[in-house]
């Protein structure tokens, strides 16, 4: 789950919503979620323009694009085509499993890190 708080004002709390993600993925359970975010970079430039937040998940190899604006998840994910299946059904191979993640000032780029020392860069 990702969310935002304010320490100063409860009603300014949200909660982002993984429902067009999960739909993309084939997965329509209701209580299906992402695994926990162990990471996450945000580029304030593109807000308007397209999703400008990008997470990794424990155990998980893809990268997902949130749309801070909005608060939801975008259909995008960032992983690589010769990578099998999707994540939620599959347990992806340990090296490719992403440890890092970064979005460039303009917002145009995101390098993802793997466990196997591998740097992956998305557009």
């Known amino acids: 789950t990702m969310r935002t708080f304010n320490t100063?004002?409860?009603?300014q709390n949200r909660e982002f919503s993984q429902l067009p993600l999960l739909k993309?993925?084939?997965l329509s359970q209701r209580n299906l979620r992402l695994p926990d975010c162990v990471g996450f970079d945000v580029a304030e430039s593109r807000e308007?323009?397209?999703g400008n937040l990008v997470t990794i998940h424990r155990g998980q190899s893809a990268a997902y694009v949130w749309n801070y604006k909005n608060r939801v998840a975008t259909e995008t994910i960032l992983s690589q085509s010769h990578w099998k299946g999707n994540n939620l059904r599959h347990?992806?191979?340990?090296?490719?499993v992403a440890t890092a993640v970064?979005?460039?000032a303009c917002g145009h780029f995101c390098v993802v890190g793997?466990?196997?020392g591998m740097t992956y860069?998305?557009?």
């Open 8 to 11: 100063a004002i409860d009603t």
């Open 24 to 26: 993309k993925l084939g």
């Open 48 to 50: 308007r323009d397209w």
């Open 91 to 96: 347990v992806p191979n340990p090296a490719n």
């Open 102 to 104: 970064a979005v460039s």
């Open 114 to 116: 793997s466990a196997g």
């Open 121 to 123: 860069k998305y557009n």
